[in-house]
């Protein structure tokens, strides 16, 4: 039996042992951009470029770039995960890789410093 003393110290960290556990369960994966770009209109070279900065800034903030080809004329998307942060349609032009930058990160790591991609 525990002296009256030890009994508040084991709940103690108990609980921050069983809160431990849960952040780690909770903590969500890495998430994984993805750029639909049309291949018919040439635009899988800027694709990759786009991929290759997104994956050289972000090495610890996402899982990777996934370039898909879309069978739809015209198509230049940028997904996290599910949310749509850039459509080439909607905004009527292409994504300067700066502003791409700012967007991945503010759902990505909003604290993150992107050095001179942050100046405006």
């Excluded at 030890?6 to 556990?21: A, E, G, M, R």
């Excluded at 770039?65 to 749509?84: A, D, H, R």
């Excluded at 459509?87 to 700066?98: G, H, N, V, Y």
């Amino acid at each position: 039996m525990l002296n009256w003393f030890q009994q508040p110290y084991n709940i103690y960290f108990s609980s921050l042992h069983i809160f431990c556990t849960l952040v780690k369960k909770i903590k969500m994966e890495k998430p994984l951009v993805n750029i639909t770009y049309c291949p018919k209109c040439g635009w899988m070279l800027r694709s990759a470029y786009m991929a290759q900065e997104i994956l050289t800034t972000f090495v610890d903030e996402v899982k990777g770039v996934v370039l898909m080809p879309s069978e739809t004329s015209g198509v230049f998307t940028v997904l996290i995960g599910e949310k749509l942060i850039f459509d080439r349609k909607q905004m009527q032009r292409f994504p300067e890789i700066k502003e791409l930058k700012q967007l991945i990160r503010d759902e990505v790591n909003p604290t993150m410093n992107l050095g001179h991609s942050d100046v405006k």
